[in-house]
């Protein structure tokens, strides 16, 4: 089923997990620009959603959390149960649900970045 | 009744009778699932020395008390592979663990986990054989020791090479290790730590050539990547391999940072 061999999944799942990382660090840090109440006000969010750059962060963090995310929930469902249908049904689920968050939260992000919200 | 012995043995076995001070309750599980799903432990005070192994223990059960236990047992000095069980949770080799070191009145043995039970602590070894075998554990190369024009010839070893895999060239294949992996117990087609370090034990050989091979067998949804390094494996080696190690370092060649 798996078209990509796993030592190359567990490259980019140990690649994204250290992306994520460091992302959610400086994601962190943003917060010591303003006090920890002020960063999370609900204008100091549309703002960050609004600067490209901060944008691009969160769809960023968003791709990597989702694919190490769902590659690591794949790898717990393959130990929990094994046999061919199964595998691939975990396979394409996992595939499936990666796609429809990293959807749903760059919709998200490009709304509250274009002001639509 | 009683046969007759051989004097030597039989002088043997009253000698040990008359100087043992100290007896242990050995529980043994019995099972048969060729017969039916039941299981139980059944009870027997055998007495013993402090030289006494667990494997001493059960052949006397086996010569005295109850001749149907069943056991795999072979060499009686680690080096077969064939004794393993789990004593007091533990897998250990029967032959090698000694009782007066398990501190214990009372001696639980076990088959191993993660092993089909064949009958009472015998198991088999199907798929860990299947998956040894998986891994090609053999030096592969496209010439022969045998050279057609001078007859045989060496493949050499340099001392400095030979420390790069030797621990793991102890292998007994007694399984301990694959029954204490909790990988294992979940995952009924993961290959197993004992393959593992014996597919490191081959690429790590210089005079090997079948790297690829082996990385490619090992390199699947259910191989080395499913290891969550327990260690576990490592701790029950009663030959001091040290499979966890061994899979960490075949990781370094999937991931390129080890030639």
Known sequence: MMVLRESIIMKIHYGTAIGALSLTVVHILMRLTQDFHESLAYENVIANYESVGYALLLELLLILISVHGFNGLRVILLEMNQGPTYEKAVTIGCLAAMAGLIAYGSRTIIMTSMGMV | MMATLHPKLSEERSQTVVSSTKSVKLKIKRSNPNVNSEERFDDYVVPIEKWTTVLDALLDVKSHLDHSVGIRYSCRQASCGSCGMKINGKPALACFTKISELDSDTITVEPMDNFPVVRDLAVGFERMINNHKKVMPYVIRDDSEIDPESGMREFLQSPENVEKYIQFSSCIKCGLCNSACPTM?????????????????????????????????????????????????????????????GIQLLRGYLLGIRD
């Open chain 2, 185 to 245: 117990a979940m995952d009924t087609t993961f290959v197993g730590p004992q393959a593992l370090a014996q597919a490191y034990r081959y690429i790590a050989d210089d005079r090997d050539k079948g790297k690829n091979k082996r990385l490619k067998v090992i390199d699947e949804s259910h191989g080395i990547w499913r290891c969550h390094f327990a260690g576990s494996c490592s701790q029950v080696c009663p030959k001091g391999v040290d499979p966890a190690m």
